[in-house]
């Protein structure tokens, strides 16, 4: 088990970063981070754009940390920037693509299968910042699949790993 931080969470209706990065990102709503979220195994998270779309499953909640964000990059990144789902503080969740983790933010155990990395595109030099992209290559997140249904909440939270191990932990 790991003592780890939910640091934001982001729950977006609307894909906001269609089209050229030139352009800049599609308005949307100004309540995007949320405090607390509902997921649903297989589904998603409840009110974002992933939540059951057949072409999402096995993508549909994606999760970054703030350790593998550079430095300079760190203090401003915001979720509502990179477009990730959940922002963790204690673990290198992009070392475990293969593995299944569990995060519990005290509402009880919501399980993850780490399907694959979230791969930074052209937006995050647009949204974030000149030079984004290619320092977030290797470090923008894991693709999941949510393995059962609970609550995600902003703040202290606790995490296993089965089936893979844990870098920089």
């Known amino acids: 088990m790991i003592e780890v931080e939910v640091r934001q969470l982001l729950v977006s209706p609307a894909h906001r970063l269609a089209g050229r990065p030139a352009d800049g990102p599609s308005p949307g709503p100004s309540d995007e981070r949320v405090e607390r979220v509902a997921v649903r195994r297989g589904l998603g998270l409840v009110g974002d754009r992933y939540y059951g779309r ?4 096995d993508a549909s909640v994606t999760i970054m940390s703030v350790e593998r964000l550079p430095r300079d990059i760190a203090p401003r990144v915001d979720l509502r920037h990179t477009r990730r789902n959940v922002l963790l503080e204690g673990v290198d969740i992009d070392s475990l ?3 299944t983790v569990t995060l519990d933010c005290g509402t009880g155990p919501v399980p993850f299968a780490v399907n694959r990395p979230a ?5 995050m030099d647009v949204t974030i910042g000149p030079g984004a992209q290619r320092a977030l290559r290797g470090g923008g997140g894991v693709r999941c699949t ?15 790993v089965s089936g893979g191990t844990v870098a920089d932990a």
């Open 146 to 160: 949510p393995l059962g249904d609970g609550v995600l909440t902003v703040g202290p939270a606790r995490l296993w």
């Open 97 to 99: 693509v293969g593995a």
């Open 54 to 57: 057949p072409a999402h499953r």
């Open 119 to 123: 791969r930074p595109c052209a937006w």
